[in-house]
């Protein structure tokens, strides 16, 4: 039964419609893999029974003809969406046992959609992190090792090696996923939150066009940033999982009233023609030699499929990290106020209200989180307003102006890398300097800034035997194209699979 | 810009956080890092930049003003740490 983990949700999709397994077999497949893969700590609730019954009455529907577009996939849910019945903290202490009495939007359309749900996923306390070091549950372990090591397999003698981080804030998503623990996974992206991980794990993460999925019942972390999408294995499991996971919703008046196109047809596409820019601000000073190469690997990899590459300028890439470290917090700030301790999650109770609000806050949110809050309140408070948030969001206009520049010229696309390293080891990057660890998403940040969609595709291992990814960034609204030229990525880079140490 | 230990205990109030006098120096200096490091942008010409609004164009939508939701008062108490009567219970704030 182990097999029924390895398939893609597309070849699970046609196992199921040609009745070689049950939805049930596939799901109780996942749920034993997820009992042995405890100590990878990627779920943060397993819920087997809800998943076995979601499971059953896909093969009711399977058997009476009535199969939705993801009948009977087991996928696994960012703690970060709220789950109807089901316990939803954002992995933070503040929410505690917060138990929502509706589902987001996101995960409704894919219980519309016969998705089964395998349990909650960890991710970084309010998705703020880079590393999933932040969660009030403990960190996650990659499933992925540097070469030579044989950490977490107790092996007898001595330990090489420390465990590695997968990325965060989706960590729990993409190590998942990677660990073939779920068919696929939800996740969201504020400044590199989907793609930074699924690089990190040699799995697909898209971030799809702000206001391309409602962010309705999930937790906000940046309004202005946010945005939900898939973790998968494929490219076309990426494409399978967006269709469901977009579409307009009146809840969210930021969520556009687009038609949802069927993004697999763009899977095998050709991308003859196509204009791709190569923006030469994404070339740091100091760039390890391997992403340099896995860059050019790329480019010539999209030539081969015919596509023109074009030599691009995005001037003000260098200022988008440091203008989302005042957007991003101070938004953060605003959205986090509702945590006080009086209508829902934790309340630490003070000597009269004020400091019952400031007991809960402080006891409620960990140290990554408070120092946001504080540093969105600074940037925020009389008088430096202007100085910091106005100027940031000024910024900001010049950063979509920059890809608006590009596009309008016409090119189709971009590629970069995703991450400016691979994999680190868990506690090598929690030094005094926070901003250390900000700068894992100097290549991601960008397109949320710009509201673009952008995804990450696995293209290669780095000498230490670890994935890195190559990130597309597309015109708004044109997720099609990036997978299509994702897919030829991947035909070329092939599937990249941990060894399976933990179980 | 950088602040000094009564600025972070005035943002943390601000941010109704409470702060031990033992984390003030603590977070004293990673806020200053943090504001160090945004510190670039000052470098920017932002002359007759309108600030972003929205990151994407988009109209808003009006409905009718008319009631869409209601009548749940057992699920909006379910998850309060105090409450009575389908009201939230807090601490006295009127003497």
Known sequence: ?503 | MSVDAATVRRIAHLARIAVADDEVEHLRGEINAILAFVEQLSEVNVDGVEPMISVTPMTMVQRADEVTDGGIADQIVRNAPAAQDHYFTVPKVIE
């Open chain 1, 1 to 503: 039964m182990t097999e029924l983990t390895g398939l893609s949700i597309a070849s699970a999709r046609e196992g199921l419609q040609k009745k070689q397994f049950s939805a049930l077999d596939l799901t109780n497949a996942h749920l034993a893999a997820m009992e042995k893969a405890r100590s990878l700590n990627a779920f943060v609730l397993e819920t087997p029974e809800q998943a076995r019954a979601m499971a059953q009455a896909s093969d009711a529907r399977i058997s009476s003809g009535s199969a939705g577009p993801l009948e009977g996939i087991p996928l696994g849910i960012k703690d970060l969406f709220c789950t109807k019945d089901v316990r939803s903290t954002a992995c933070s202490r503040i929410l505690g046992d917060f138990v929502p009495t509706y589902d987001s939007t996101v995960t409704s359309h894919l219980w519309r959609d016969g998705a089964v749900m395998l349990g909650k996923l960890n991710n970084d306390e309010f998705a703020m992190g880079s590393s999933n070091e932040t969660s009030v549950f403990g960190p996650v372990v990659n499933p992925w090792r540097r070469r030579g090591s044989n950490v977490g397999a107790g092996a007898s003698g001595g330990i090489e090696g420390t465990h590695l981080v997968p990325g965060g804030s989706s960590g729990g998503s993409a190590a998942a996923v990677a660990a073939r623990l779920c068919l696929g996974a939800t996740a969201t992206d504020t400044g590199g939150s989907i793609r930074q991980p699924a690089a990190f794990t040699g799995t697909v993460g898209l971030k799809p066009t702000y206001g391309r999925c409602s962010r309705w019942g999930i937790v906000a972390f940046a309004s202005s940033l946010d945005q939900a999408g898939p973790i998968a294995r494929t490219v076309r499991d990426a494409a399978i999982l967006t269709r469901s996971m977009a579409g307009h919703d009146p809840k969210d008046s930021t969520c556009a009233n687009l038609p949802v196109p069927n993004y697999e047809d763009a899977i095998g596409k050709s991308v003859k023609g196509m204009r791709i820019g190569i923006p030469k601000e994404y070339r740091l000073d100091g760039m390890p030699a391997e992403i340099e190469k896995l860059w050019s690997q790329g480019i010539e990899w999209l030539k081969g499929a015919g596509a023109e590459m074009v030599d691009v300028s995005l001037p003000h890439t260098k200022y988008a990290l440091p203008a989302y470290y005042i957007v991003a917090p101070a938004e953060a700030s605003s959205n986090l106020a509702r945590y006080d301790g009086v209508r829902y999650g934790l309340r630490e109770a003070g000597r009269d209200i004020t400091a019952t609000y400031e007991n809960t806050r402080a006891k409620g949110f960990g140290p990554e989180v408070r120092r946001r809050v504080m540093i969105g309140t600074y940037v925020l408070s009389a008088g430096y307003y202007d100085a910091y948030y106005l100027r940031a969001q000024k910024v900001r206009t010049l950063i979509k102006k920059d890809f608006e520049d590009c596009f309008k010229s016409g090119v189709h696309a971009m590629l970069t890398p995703a991450t400016p390293s691979a994999a680190f080891g868990i506690g090598e990057k929690s030094g005094a300097d926070p901003v250390e660890m900000y700068l894992n998403d100097v290549f991601t940040v960008t397109v949320n800034m710009a509201g673009l969609p952008g995804i990450s595709v696995p293209a290669g291992l780095d000498g230490q035997g670890l994935p890195l990814g190559l990130q597309l960034i597309g015109r708004p609204f044109d997720e099609e194209t990036l997978f299509s030229l994702g897919q030829v990525i991947e035909d070329a880079a092939g599937a990249f699979a941990p060894q399976t140490w933990w179980s």
